[in-house]
């Protein structure tokens, strides 16, 4: 059932996306986009003040439901219940240019990933020769700086969508294509997830705030080959901080570790799981059950399956030449998520902090070669459990506020 959108200058059917103040008064009134609601505003609004609250003038209301009069940015979907204090901000900025030399993947123009999809041999682990071990090499080098260079670039006031157009800059730089943007209509090329978001998280004008904890996805496709790293960073002192915080953060750094710890060929893509349960509950914290590890090579997702909870069923035994993640997203309460009405950012349903890090590795004879491995510049780093707090009983000095 197709209906109109409500947008003056436009012909479209309407999408999902609807005017959150409309919404809040029990009209319906449908835009076929952000841009057209947004190019729409300063008309539409109008209609806003024939209605009859009353009250709508005297209570401010808790979330950004219509444009900020001095930014613009808003909460896209202001009646979803959301699990913790995350809200979206947008627009999203406008989708960012390649040049055309850049070599593109197959979904990069109308977001489908087909030789993903192609389900013949699916559970077929690809082996790669030594030329394709070295452009896998070569590609995972230049996400690593990428990463990096993205995480230099964090503080407090810095928002997620200039995270992206860090990453998007260092890529083209590096001759390479941001996986992400578009794999499956994603709209931006990178992914970042703070907080309560367990992953796929997308870039937008929410600045970041000191005590934030954020997650950076970095992808990148050279050569033939895609990429894949991701690390969870604390912004500001506050987070460091904050004991949950650590906890979560520290927690999900050691069960990457602690898994690749087991890495070799003839380890099974099943045994990880216990291994990050068992080192997860060990810190008082949960394991996400609905994404997993995966395949990387010339495709962006494909098999083994690697699962990161005990007990799973993954099919597949380690053999040198594969190149594969582990990408454990660890939670301080429930692992439960859920997923934002923009079909991407996931959250834990209890609104509890989650934390997640990510290397690709190739299997060598005698165990793995993290290719994403940190450099001796990298930002970020383990961190130490903040010294606990005192009551002022023992005589400890109270740190300034
Ligand atoms: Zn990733
Ligand atoms: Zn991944």
């Not at 950076?216 to 690390?231: P, S």
Request: proline content about 7%.
């Amino acid at each position: 059932m197709a209906r109109a959108c409500e947008g003056a200058d436009c012909s479209n059917d309407a999408g999902t996306l609807q005017c959150p103040t409309c919404q809040k008064q029990g009209k319906d009134s449908f835009f076929c986009s952000q841009d057209c609601f947004k190019r729409n505003w300063s008309e539409h609004k109008k209609i806003h003040k024939s209605s009859s609250n009353p009250l709508g003038n005297f209570f401010t209301p808790t979330v950004i439901s219509e444009p900020d009069p001095n930014t613009g940015h808003y909460n896209p979907f202001p009646s979803f219940p959301y699990t913790g204090s995350l809200r979206p901000a947008y627009p999203l900025s406008p989708t960012r240019e390649l040049p055309a030399h850049i070599t593109r993947p197959e979904y990069a123009k109308d977001g489908i990933p087909r030789s993903e999809q192609n389900f013949v041999g699916r559970n077929k682990i690809t082996i790669l020769d030594k030329k394709q071990q070295e452009g896998m090499r070569k590609v995972c080098r230049l996400a690593r700086e990428v990463l990096d260079e993205a995480a230099a670039a964090l503080k407090p006031g810095v928002t997620t969508d200039e995270i992206d157009a860090i990453v998007h800059k260092a890529c083209i730089e590096r001759d390479s294509y941001p996986s992400p943007l578009n794999y499956y209509n994603f709209p931006k090329s990178v992914c970042t997830s703070v907080n309560e978001s367990i992953c796929h998280g997308i870039p937008d004008h929410r600045a970041l705030k000191d005590g934030d904890i954020v997650n950076i996805d970095v992808t990148l496709y050279h050569g033939g080959f895609h990429g894949d790293i991701n690390e969870t960073y604390y912004v500001g002192d506050k987070a460091l901080a904050n004991p949950d915080a650590v906890r979560v953060v520290e927690a999900a750094r050691d069960c990457l570790d602690a898994a690749i710890a087991i890495a070799k060929p003839g380890t099974a893509f099943k045994e990880y799981g216990a291994v990050i349960e068992k080192l997860a509950k060990s810190r008082n914290c949960n394991t996400v059950k609905t994404y997993c590890g995966h395949g990387v090579n010339t495709q962006f997702h494909c098999a083994p399956n690697v699962p990161h909870y005990a007990k799973n069923k993954a099919i597949g035994i380690a053999k040198p030449g594969m190149t594969f993640t582990i990408e454990p997203m660890i939670c301080t309460g429930s692992a439960k998520d859920k997923t934002w009405p923009d079909n991407w950012t996931s959250v834990t349903q209890d609104g509890g902090l989650s934390a997640q890090f990510e290397h690709t590795m190739l299997v060598t004879e005698d165990g793995v070669e993290v290719l994403t491995a940190r450099l001796p510049s990298s930002p970020g780093g383990k961190v130490e459990m903040p010294a606990a707090a005192t009551n002022g009983a023992d005589g400890a000095e109270k740190p300034a506020a």
